[in-house]
């Protein structure tokens, strides 16, 4: 819970600061469809946001005492269904840094977004194994859906586009709007929509 709880912590701080990134973006927009892509990031993450501020000092009070040890099965299970959703949080925020990389050409900002999204994708990693110890130690009362919404996507490909002002760039700086929001036909997964309020 400890781990978790610093991981959080730190993925509430890496929000904040790229909310005050994108906010600029947001009010200079020159065209509707910047507008509203980057108001789309802002909003999801200002719901997650929202969810970490409940989340962070729960985790805190359970670190006490070994509290976590006294949940009941219940209790227990929707603060797995949470760590869950927030591991899910974590690719999907490491996903919009890195769209925001297309973005930015000063390298001042880009070495600060880089560095955010490789913090956020070992916490990514770092709470899908502690889901996966969690999980197995309490199989009889929570079953996690574990799906690696990683694969056939590489962090560092990003790194490698040389984004350039021109106009002929324009179609490589607009991808599939949030591939990650959504899961695959008949597979079952954690939305912000299919969020619960503590």
């Known amino acids: 819970m400890s781990q978790l709880y610093t991981i959080f912590n730190q993925t509430k701080g890496f929000i904040t600061r790229f909310m005050g990134i994108i906010q600029p973006i947001i009010d200079s927009a020159q065209d509707e469809?910047?507008?509203?892509?980057?108001?789309?990031?802002?909003?999801?993450?200002?719901?997650?946001?929202g969810r970490l501020n409940e989340l962070i000092p729960y985790l805190g009070s359970l670190t006490e005492d070994k509290k976590a040890e006294q949940l009941s099965d219940r209790e227990l299970s929707r603060l797995l269904s949470d760590i869950n959703l927030e591991r899910f949080g974590l690719h999907n925020f490491r996903e919009h840094l890195e769209l925001s990389l297309y973005e930015f050409q000063d390298e001042e900002t880009r070495q600060l977004l880089n560095r955010m999204r490789e913090a956020t994708q070992n916490d990514y990693l770092r709470v899908k194994e502690?889901?996966?110890?969690?999980?197995?130690?309490?199989?009889?009362?929570?079953?996690?859906?574990?799906?690696?919404?990683?694969?056939?996507?590489?962090?560092?490909?990003?790194?490698?586009?040389?984004?350039?002002?021109?106009?002929?760039?324009?179609?490589?700086?607009?991808?599939?709007?949030?591939?990650?929001?959504?899961?695959?036909?008949?597979?079952?997964?954690l939305t912000v929509g299919s969020l619960k309020h503590r």
């Not at 802002?42 to 997650?48: A, F, G, K, N, V």
């Not at 056939?152 to 949030?178: R, T, Y």
């Open 130 to 189: 502690i889901m996966a110890t969690l999980s197995e130690r309490f199989s009889d009362v929570y079953h996690a859906n574990l799906t690696d919404h990683d694969e056939g996507h590489e962090i560092h490909q990003v790194d490698h586009l040389k984004v350039s002002a021109s106009k002929e760039s324009a179609p490589a700086a607009e991808p599939q709007m949030f591939p990650s929001s959504a899961e695959p036909a008949g597979k079952k997964g």
């Open 33 to 49: 469809h910047s507008k509203l892509y980057y108001h789309h990031i802002l909003e999801e993450e200002e719901q997650r946001l």
